[in-house]
């Protein structure tokens, strides 16, 4: 159980244009999903913590209109880059919040961005 | 401020000896500490959850310890194999309620042949 996809794996695209990602609570409802960044070698960056029905809720420094959050159901939230620039290249990770004892939070496999 | 530091940075063991990776935190107030498992280009995987009364918490070959006195916990790793090739991730919850995670940069891990 609590299973987290990330739909697409890898996207390649031009400089200027808007990227999707997708990011699903396959066996579970989760009203809380978080959106995390992470560079080569480097750690997870938590970019902003999306909530059902809601706004998202951004950490400093990351751009709300750069960087577009929906959740729009108990199942899904979707993650938009918009006129991506090569440096937002990297690996986006999504997690969804499993409410229990300890409030795990469960990754999808991440989404790897090359902007060209 | 709240950090999460590991060591080693890298680890090269040959397949079936044991290992163990730190992990020293100042993360207050602390709610549990949790070691990930993260395979290259993939998403972490949980591996061990503990809370502030844990001691110790095993996940088959996977064993985490945690001494809150001293902030620190490790991951023992035992006969490893060729799949334990990863990166593992130490993870401090910053207070209870919170989604606040703080994540150490990991241990890169290969085992060889």
């Known amino acids: 159980g609590a299973v987290v996809s990330q739909h697409p794996s890898r996207v390649i695209c031009k400089s200027g244009t808007s990227v999707k990602i997708e990011c699903r609570s396959l066996d579970f409802q989760a009203t809380t999903m978080f959106w995390y960044r992470q560079f080569p070698k480097k750690s997870l960056m938590l970019m902003a913590t999306?909530?059902?029905?809601?706004?998202?809720?951004?950490e400093q420094g990351v751009e709300k209109d750069k960087f577009l959050i929906n959740h729009a159901s108990l199942t899904l939230s979707t993650l938009t880059v918009t006129s991506a620039h090569p440096e937002d290249s990297s690996f986006y990770i999504c997690?969804?919040?499993?409410?229990?004892?300890?409030?795990?939070?469960?990754f999808g496999p991440g989404t790897r961005l090359t902007v060209l | 401020k709240n950090q999460v530091e590991q060591s080693p940075q890298s680890l090269i063991i040959l397949e079936g000896k044991n290992c163990t990776l730190q992990c020293n935190y100042t993360v207050s107030p602390f709610s549990n500490l949790r070691w990930y498992k993260q395979d290259t280009g993939r998403g972490p995987v949980s591996l061990t959850i503990?809370?502030?009364?844990?001691n110790t918490k095993s996940n088959g070959r996977y064993t985490a310890t945690l001494d809150a006195d001293t902030k620190q916990s490790s991951l023992h790793i035992t006969a490893s194999q060729l799949s334990d090739s990863a990166s593992y991730i130490c993870?401090?919850?910053?207070?209870?309620?919170?989604?606040?995670?703080?994540f150490g940069t990991g241990t890169r891990l290969q085992v060889f042949p």
């Open positions: 999306s909530n059902e029905g809601s706004k998202a809720t951004y």
């Open positions: 503990m809370t502030f009364s844990e």
């Open positions: 993870v401090v919850s910053a207070g209870r309620g919170t989604d606040k995670l703080i």
């Open positions: 997690s969804a919040r499993l409410r229990g004892g300890a409030d795990t939070q469960y």
